[in-house]
T-cell receptor, first 112, second 112 residues
Framework: EDQVTQSPEALRLQEGESSSLNCSYT??????LFWYRQDPGKGPEFLFT???AGEEKEKERLKATLTKKESFLHITAPKPEDSATYLC?????????????FGKGTKLTVNP | DAGVIQSPRHEVTEMGQEVTLRCKPI?????LFWYRQTMMRGLELLIY????????DSGMPEDRFSAKMPNASFSTLKIQPSEPRDSAVYFC??????????FGPGTRLTVT
């Protein structure tokens, strides 16, 4: 069963057109939710950690928010260089493991 | 710091051959992770180490896969014998904290 579901799978925006990516999760005992960015041919790059419902984090044009069931990554006035795949991951320790479980990502394309 | 170093970057091999992937983590990081990424299944954790000790290997597909971390600066992931379904991008990541992981550039494995 999927613990982390991201939507949409792909999103195309025009430069300056704001939007949001969704990450819903079905784990108990959430320790943290994480956003990563992955450029083609590269490994994922850490963006944010969110620990509790109501928390928000910002970085340039990106803002991540967290509720008890989902997280949103808001992109304000995106630029072509924001094009990438955005991955969400959750950490819910089980049996001594602190591993992260990743969603399949949202591929964002921002056209000039 | 050079970041996480993986070798080789590309590997093409025939079914049945042994494949060894190598990783040098960032100096000072206590955690090391091996992931596999495919279009179908996304980014999946295979195994992770803490202070050179394997903590969670529940993601290792089967006995054909093995991973070692003989010291704090080196790890290997071995597949023997390799099969076409093992074709994927394999990432190594390291971290001081479990959640803020730094990924290497990946090894693209093709098994024919």
């Amino acid at each position: 069963e999927d613990q982390v579901t991201q939507s949409p799978e792909a999103l195309r925006l025009q430069e300056g057109e704001s939007s949001s990516l969704n990450c819903s999760y079905t784990v108990s005992g959430l320790r943290g939710l994480f956003w990563y960015r992955q450029d083609p041919g590269k490994g994922p790059e850490f963006l944010f950690t969110l620990y509790s419902a109501g928390e928000e984090k910002e970085k340039e044009r990106l803002k991540a928010t967290l509720t008890k069931k989902e997280s949103f990554l808001h992109i304000t006035a995106p630029k072509p260089e924001d094009s990438a795949t955005y991955l969400c991951a959750v950490q819910a320790p089980q049996g001594g493991s602190e591993k992260l479980v990743f969603g399949k990502g949202t591929k964002l394309t921002v056209n000039p | 710091d050079a970041g996480v170093i993986q070798s080789p970057r590309h590997e093409v091999t025939e079914m049945g051959q042994e494949v060894t992937l190598r990783c040098k983590p960032i100096s000072g990081h206590d955690y090391l992770f091996w992931y596999r990424q495919t279009m179908m299944r996304g980014l999946e954790l295979l195994i992770y180490f803490n202070n050179n000790v394997p903590i969670d290997d529940s993601g290792m597909p089967e006995d054909r896969f093995s991973a070692k971390m003989p010291n704090a600066s080196f790890s290997t992931l071995k597949i023997q014998p390799s099969e076409p379904r093992d074709s994927a991008v394999y990432f190594c990541a390291s971290s001081f904290l479990v959640n803020e992981q730094y990924f290497g550039p990946g090894t693209r494995l093709t098994v024919t």
